[in-house]
């Protein structure tokens, strides 16, 4: 499988993102999917999970309410809106698919994209 994420770019804080990840492959919707992201000289961490349906997602404490995950498996596409963006959201924004949509582990993902850069201007 592979994951192509898209829509990284420069922001003014304040202003709003919104990332795509396309699946190739099949079985796309038996698979829940995640983003982590990696700033300069930091550890991967979790930023958002969604299960096979949409129906259940978790975000990281430091982007709940400002960001949204969501899902079009007809599409074979997974997003993430980023609202409110602040400087400290930089980094290099990863897709994730093989988990659980819980699994804050970055060890518990299998598949990983090549990852788009978020920069947030102050």
């Known amino acids: 499988v592979q994951l192509q994420a898209s829509g990284g770019g420069l922001v003014q804080a304040g202003g709003s993102l919104r990332l795509s990840c396309a699946a190739s492959?099949?079985?796309?919707?038996?698979?829940?999917m995640g983003w982590f992201r990696q700033a300069p000289g930091k550890e991967r961490v979790f930023v958002a999970g969604i299960n096979w349906t949409g129906g259940s997602t978790l975000y990281a404490d430091s982007v709940k309410d400002r960001f949204a995950i969501s899902r079009d498996n007809a599409k074979n596409t997974v997003f993430l809106q980023m609202n409110s963006l602040k400087p400290e959201d930089t980094a290099v924004y990863y897709c994730v698919r093989g988990g659980r949509y819980y699994s804050t582990d970055p060890n518990e993902w299998d598949s990983w994209g090549q990852g788009t850069q978020v920069t947030v201007s102050s």
């Open positions: 492959g099949r079985g796309f919707s038996r698979y829940e």
